[in-house]
């Protein structure tokens, strides 16, 4: 700077103010860039924090609505809605203990992944299918032979997306109740427990029930949405085969067709349940509902199904745009 300005000193007057002209432009380009960040990050931030706003008061209304529907069911239920990115929750009875059904399969998926990282098994290994396995009710290897073998991969995803009771028992079996339970602790679950074999009425009339939350299968569910649940590969299977649900009757069922849900279902004779993740253009966000004491199974589907597209039209399916939170 100092050579160019000992250099003006010989120039005539309109040279000069050519090289002061160019100065300034080269110095407007210097800091246009950055005050062109500032402002968008300005308005970045703005943006956020009128979305962050908007989607508290989406849910303040969807709460209202929510407490409605609840105090018309027929029936107990445990509800919580959860928007992932933002992290606003409403919920009722969330740490109120239900039978858990087969929503337990979900947290017996993970202690298997959990399995494999420790060495124990190979999800290639195969197991063998025995009498004392077979549930008659919703599993299609009730009817097959015993003696039979089966792929532990194939067994994760008949237990989750057709909810299928005998390769539960199997895999069960292979681990343990006391590792599994040690699992479901270790995992960060609070109030979820495997007593007693899946769908063991013998059991369950002895008093013998296993329980969960919703609190407990909506932590569940984030961990493996972030990541987290195990391992980040462990984390990604477990979300593909919940994406793969084959029971869409409850959370599913009045949504767009578009829509995908991760999810995992849950039936007992007085109990019925849904517990997943719906991803849309607006945010992905986790709806579980446990229904107990029920009158029928079909009002209680259609409740689960209400309190999903509810927590969807009041804070998913409008115009505002999702910033980059």
Known sequence: MKEIVSGMRHLPIYKKALVIFGLVLVAISAVFPVF??????????????????????????????????????KGDAGILVKDISTGESISMNSSKLFPSASLVKLPIMAAVYQAELEGRLQLTDKLVLKRSHKVRDCSKLYFKRNGTKYEINDLIVRMITESDNTASNMLVEALGFGYINQKFVEFGLKDTDLRRGI????????????????????????????RELVSTAASDRMMAVLKKQKVNDRIPRKLPDETIVAHKTGSLRDTISDCGIVFTQKGDFIVCVITADIKNYRTAKRFIADIAACAYDKCYNKKTEMPAL
């Open 36 to 73: 062109y960040r500032i402002r968008a990050a300005s308005e970045l931030s703005l943006n956020n924090e009128r979305f962050l706003e908007e989607r508290k008061l989406d849910y303040h209304v969807l709460m209202a609505e929510l407490q409605g529907q609840a105090a018309k069911f």
């Open 199 to 226: 769908m063991d009425l013998k059991w369950r009339r002895a008093g013998i029930e296993n329980y969960t939350t919703v609190e407990d299968m909506a932590y569940l569910l984030e961990k493996i949405y972030n």
